[in-house]
């Protein structure tokens, strides 16, 4: 190989990986600050629409937000771990909310098991 190559080579490396370094979630950011408003917002519109979509047989209501991430697309998803009180008390749900241009599109709202996520 020659040695200009293998500098190419050698380059196009080291950026794959710095990229790779910067990035580990695929583009998701951890939420800094789980308690702003918008983030509890956006974790009760995930609730409701979750009692909405079940005819609300079981209805939960948030409790808490374990923690959160965001990843900015054609607007900015929203994956957040919750705490709920109601149905099954202390039940913790994974959700994905969907928000472009102030509408909210819920994506899944589903259970966590513990050890397995």
Known sequence: MKPATFLVALTTVAVILSVVRADPYGGWQPIKNIHSHRVQEIARFA??????????????RLASIRR????????????????????N?????????????????????????????
């Open 89 to 117: 008390r202390g039940s913790m749900y994974r959700t994905e909310v969907y928000e472009r241009r102030g509408s909210l599109e819920l994506k899944y709202f589903t259970p966590i098991y513990e050890g397995l996520n």
């Open 47 to 60: 609730v409701g629409m979750y009692n909405l979509e079940n005819g609300f047989k079981h209805w939960l």
């Open 68 to 87: 959160g991430f965001t990843q900015v697309v054609d607007g900015v998803n929203y994956k957040l771990d919750v705490t709920v009180a109601g149905g």
